[in-house]
């Protein structure tokens, strides 16, 4: 290739294309973020204009352009993001924000996370926000817990990317970010939904009415995991336990993994991780008697239909997991 006449529209155009819709037709490849590297961008532009782009036409392109559709940083570009593109969501109680140890030390230091002009990006994907911080060419990469739902008491707004996905804000308290606080663990526990076919052939779920300080909820039973225990056996243990079954139980489905932050006795940051499972008695046709643990504040257990059971459950963390049990439990069962 040769280097030809300068045609920033076209060039602009050029990169639209490949940051925008079909990074792949140049051979790039973009981070969650949409970042990817200059060098890497001019050649991808280049090999589709059919003449070498140096990175400081990109540059030039850029700073004489009317409308900003591209931001350069470190070596890095990415398309502008729409901000028609971004929507105000409420996200789930816990997001990842990958970062380095140095970031870490000056967030200390200031008091708030921020992204020097642009948003802070989190991810309700923990693999995915550690995939980015092994990026960031750095011997420490670090995942912080955001816990949102005391950023957002804190007046922190999240918007939410209508093509990719991720989360931004503009900064978060340090305050907010469990994994940043003294004393600071993760508690695991494991949970689990009883089911069962009623006699008109429909699936129930079995839920556990219980009293809390704000008043009586229907939840799953669930509890911490002791030492060693695995959480499909911890889960099993605590169905047991709590709902007061004696006949054996197997796992049949994963439901999921919900996350939350809480405070423990004597104020302890927590970050609360509960495996959740379907589960049946290993002899199908095995009766399933209760006998719910009061000691526990656990008034009653009943069976639901999975509709009547996802209406049943109103924590806000839960709600989203009694779905996909539903789904679980129809695509497992029938609907009936």
């Known amino acids: ?37 200059l060098d890497a961008a001019a050649r991808a532009a280049g090999k589709l204009m059919r003449r070498k782009i140096a990175n400081e036409e990109v540059v030039q392109m850029l700073e004489s352009a009317r409308v900003k559709r591209f931001e350069i940083e470190d070596g890095k570009i990415r398309a502008q993001v729409d901000r028609r593109q971004k929507r105000r969501s409420t996200p789930p109680d816990i997001l990842y924000h990958a970062c380095t140890a140095s970031q870490i030390e000056k967030a200390r230091g200031a008091g708030f996370l921020a992204a020097h002009g642009r948003p802070l990006f989190l991810s309700a994907d923990e693999a995915q926000a550690w995939r980015v911080a092994h990026r960031m060419n750095t011997d420490a990469p670090q995942v912080l817990y955001v816990d949102t739902t005391r950023a957002r008491r804190h007046g ?24 940043l606080q003294d004393n600071f663990a993760e508690q695991r526990s494991a949970g689990g939904i009883p089911i069962q076919i009623g006699p008109d052939g429909t699936p129930r779920m079995a839920l556990i009415r219980v009293t809390r300080r704000s008043g009586i909820t229907w939840e799953i039973a669930k509890g911490k995991l002791e030492p060693g225990e695995t959480p499909e056996g911890a889960g099993i243990r605590e169905v047991q336990e709590e709902m007061g079954i004696d006949s054996d139980l197997k796992v049949t489905g994963y439901v999921g993994l919900i996350r939350y932050g809480f405070l423990a006795p004597g104020g302890l940051p927590r970050l609360k991780s509960v495996y959740l499972y379907l589960m049946e008695p290993v002899d199908p046709g ?19 239909t999975p509709p009547e059971a996802c209406r049943a459950v109103t924590h806000s963390s839960l709600r989203p997991v009694m779905r996909r049990a539903r789904e679980l439990v129809e695509r497992l069962y029938g609907d009936g």
Do not use: C
């Not at 030809?4 to 155009?13: A, N």
């Not at 922190?156 to 994994?179: C, H, I, M, T, W």
């Open 286 to 304: 095995a009766p399933v008697h209760f006998a719910p643990r009061a000691a526990e504040g656990i008034k009653d257990v009943q069976w639901f």
């Open 156 to 179: 922190v707004r999240f918007f939410q990317n209508r093509r990719n996905g991720l989360y931004s804000a503009e900064k978060l308290p340090v305050a907010d970010v469990l994994n």
């Open 1 to 37: 290739m040769t280097k030809g006449p300068s045609d920033p529209v076209r060039l602009s155009k050029t990169l639209s294309f490949l940051l925008r819709h079909k990074p792949e037709a140049g051979g790039l490849t973009l981070d969650p973020d949409g970042w990817t590297d």
